[in-house]
Each structure stands twice: as structure tokens, then as C-alpha cells.
């Protein structure tokens, strides 16, 4: 018999979607990959930088505005949507406390200045240690995303052997924020390196991290040999000493911290002349690559010990950390193979990353 097991529908706690005619499209891939909804990330053209439309920071998109268009996108599927605020130079502590105490602001996501897509309107962290911004953060309950990378890093320092931005991010940073804000709700978003994972592990209770389904599947040579372009994302996949201890972490039986965002991106341009944008897009296919990439790690899925790791990993842990409604749906993972397609919208092609990486998808979600 096809090895088969249920699962409740799940929230993709980090993903992105575009402010553009994509939007109906990408949410429709989540929507069919049975996510009751999603955290979206604020890094759009234009970002979101403010909490509510009627705030005075024009140039930005408000929170209120981007989340109903994803929950309107999605046909009344999504039970919730979080839009974190992107913290820039125009952030203030009261912005904070106005927008935490409606209930519209759940979590803020911090970007290493010019460190990834859309991070140019990030500031240092430093100043929102000194400005109030994190005090008020924890004050209110609400929850700082981070994206753990050292920025402005000559290229010895930003990927060698003897260390990578992240591992100096986590180092040198993350123990001064969380000594200075020990209150302070942390996920370490899209974690990559086992430093990162040691430092969560030993982290108090409320600092936890994501990790997508490609740091569990790949490492550096695998982007690498071929120059496999659509596995680019930041930050990057690393050694196989890394993605050893975020398989250890995210399979724990155990496991009370690590929990899934696959930070899809859709990217219609992929490469340019001169660089490539940063981003996997695994939207429609993610409970799959997760199970994929759970077998890899050695978890057998035909077990209900297995499953129930996986479940605690998709299902569990993120949606109890921002105190999500349990969905009542479930599904059906069946390991058989997934037909994976390029998304098309218009002239345009979004490229799921096994398609770029010229490999099967193992699991299907039953229709
Ligand atoms: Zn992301």
C-alpha cells in the first residue's frame, strides 16, 4: 500500500507575496498546499512600513491594506494572515505600542540593510536598540522576525570557511539583543547554520526560528555544481555540518522551537545580467518537500512516530507561538509523485524549485 497519513492544515509562518497581479496566483498555490493561511513578509514594492492606511508615512503600504488583499486573494480560505511591520528609519516606539494595542500589529521584521530582496529600507540594529523600538516590541507582546545576517560584510567575511554572515550575526549579535530584551519575542527567520541552531537551542522558551524545506535538503555544493541558480536564496545554503543540525533540530522528537516557513519567493526573473534575485518558490508543493526532505533526514514517514514529527514540525509549533486557530480540515500526504508545473500568470513563469533543481517530487497532497 502507497504510504498515506493525514495532517491538519497548516500556516506557512514565512513566506512572501508581491503587491502586483501575482498575488491571486501565489495565494491560490498556498491555498492549494493547504495552509489555513500565512505570515507575509513586508519586503514588497513599495514595503509595508506603516501599521494602518490612515497613518502619515505615505510612501508605504499599511499592514491593513496588504493583509486584506492576501485574505480577499484567498477566497475566504485563510483563517488568519500576519503582516509583520518592516522596521525602517521611519519605526517609532509609539507606532509600535498604536498598532499592538489595536491588534493589528502581531510581529515586525528587522532586515539587515541591503541584505537580501527588498532589505534596502532596513536600518541597523543598533538603532532599534537605542530608539525604544525593541523595548516597546516587548513591552506589547509582539514578535521580532529577524533576519540573522551580519550586514556590510567584505566578502572573506561574508561566505568562507572560518565563518559566514549568519554565523557572525548569531555570535556577536543575538546574545546582546536577547541579554538587553530577555522578554523579547525572537524568531530567527529561515535559520541556515548550525551556530544559528546551537543559539536557539539554548535560547529561553519564546526565542524560537523557522528553517525552509531547502536548507533540510541542500547544501552549498549542491548550488554550486552546475550553478543551480534556483536554489539561490539568502541566505544561502550552507555545509553539510549545517544542514545536519537543522535536520537534528527540526526532527527532534523533542523538537519545541523549530518550526516550518518556507520563505517561498516568487520570482518571475529569476537571473539578470548582472545577479540573481534571492528565493526559492516552493508554493503548492511545501508539505511535500518538507516530507521529502523529513525521509532524507531518516524519519520514516511510514510510521506514526514519523508523521507525528512532521506534524509537530508543519502543524504544531508556529501556529501555537503566535496563537493561531486550529483548523478543523486536514489533509491527505500520499507518497506517490507530485506533478509539479511551472506557475504561469500571463507571459509570465514562476519556476517551483524542483523544476529548477531537474528533480522528482516524491509526496502528493491527495486531491
Ligand atoms: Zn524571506
Given amino acids: 500500500m502507497t504510504p498515506q497519513f493525514t495532517l491538519p492544515h497548516w500556516y ?21 498546499m493547504q495552509c489555513a493561511g500565512a505570515l507575509a513578509m513586508p519586503n514588497t514594492a513599495p514595503p509595508v512600513g506603516k501599521v494602518f492606511e490612515a497613518d502619515e508615512v505615505s510612501s508605504y503600504k499599511s499592514i491593513e491594506q496588504y493583509r486584506s488583499e492576501i485574505l480577499a486573494a484567498s477566497g475566504g480560505v485563510f483563517k488568519e ?36 530582496t527588498g532589505a534596502e529600507f532596513g536600518a541597523p540594529l543598533d538603532r532599534f536598540m537605542e530608539n525604544g523600538v525593541f523595548r516597546a516590541l516587548e513591552q506589547a507582546g509582539v514578535t521580532l ?12 567575511r561574508y561566505f568562507d570557511r572560518a565563518e559566514n554572515a549568519e554565523e557572525i550575526f548569531y555570535r556577536d549579535r543575538m546574545p546582546r539583543l536577547v541579554d538587553s530584551f530577555p522578554d523579547l519575542r525572537i524568531v530567527g527567520e529561515h535559520l541556515t547554520t548550525k551556530v544559528g541552531v546551537d543559539f536557539i537551542l539554548e535560547a529561553p522558551s519564546h526565542v524560537k526560528a523557522n528553517i525552509t ?7 552549498v555544493g549542491s548550488l554550486l555544481n552546475g550553478l543551480k541558480y534556483h536554489l539561490y536564496c539568502l541566505p544561502l545554503v550552507k555545509y553539510d555540518e549545517d544542514r545536519a543540525a537543522l535536520r537534528a533540530a527540526a526532527t527532534a522528537t523533542n523538537n519545541t522551537k523549530f518550526f516550518a516557513g518556507t520563505d517561498s519567493a ?8 548582472c545577479g540573481c534575485a534571492a ?26 512516530a514519523g508523521q507525528d514529527i512532521l506534524e509537530n514540525f508543519l502543524c504544531t509549533i508556529g501556529r501555537e507561538y503566535y496563537d493561531l486557530p486550529m483548523p478543523e480540515q486536514t489533509f491527505i500526504l500520499e507518497r506517490s509523485a507530485e506533478d509539479v508545473q511551472p506557475l504561469k500568470i500571463g507571459d509570465q513563469t514562476i519556476i517551483p524549485l524542483p523544476l529548477g533543481m531537474e528533480c522528482e517530487l516524491p509526496w502528493r497532497i491527495r486531491r
Fill in 12 to 32: 506557512d509562518l514565512h513566506t512572501h507575496f508581491r503587491q502586483d497581479e501575482t498575488l491571486p496566483a501565489t495565494v491560490k498555490d498556498h491555498v492549494s
Fill in 81 to 116: 494572515v500576519i503582516v509583520p511591520l518592516y522596521l525602517t528609519q521611519d519605526t517609532t516606539p509609539e507606532m509600535i505600542e498604536k498598532g499592538a494595542a489595536a491588534g493589528v500589529l502581531k510581529a515586525c521584521k528587522y532586515y539587515p540593510p541591503h541584505g537580501t
Fill in 145 to 156: 522576525c529577524i533576519h540573522g545576517e551580519e550586514h556590510g560584510l567584505g566578502p572573506e
Fill in 213 to 219: 524545506p531547502q536548507h533540510l535538503m541542500y547544501t
Fill in 266 to 273: 516568487p520570482h518571475t526573473k529569476k537571473t539578470t545580467p
Fill in 279 to 304: 528565493g526559492c518558490y516552493t508554493g503548492g508543493i511545501a508539505p511535500q518537500l518538507y516530507a521529502q526532505a523529513f525521509e532524507m533526514a531518516g524519519i520514516d514517514l511510514s510510521q506514526k
